[in-house]
């Protein structure tokens, strides 16, 4: 069996999943799924962001110093 995902809250889900018994709740449910997915992705990109402008101004400070 494969490591969950840090991110991935198997046993909530599954509840959740448990409780879907009608078409509202399935609904709800992937509608929820979507947009956790969504606000992970959009977390990662911002992290990625930080990350890029962190190293153009070490990069920056670095090539500063050498002149």
Do not use: C, P, W
């Not at 889900?13 to 509608?31: C, F």
């Not at 992705?41 to 962190?54: E, G, K």
């Amino acid at each position: 069996m494969r490591k969950q995902d840090i991110g991935f809250d198997y046993h909530r889900y599954h509840r959740l999943l448990t409780e879907a018994v009608d078409e509202d709740r399935r609904l709800a449910l992937i509608d929820l799924l979507i947009a956790e997915k969504a606000r992970d992705r959009l977390a990662a990109q911002r992290a990625s962001d930080r990350a890029a402008m962190t190293a153009q101004t070490i990069a920056k400070v670095l090539g500063t110093g050498r002149n």
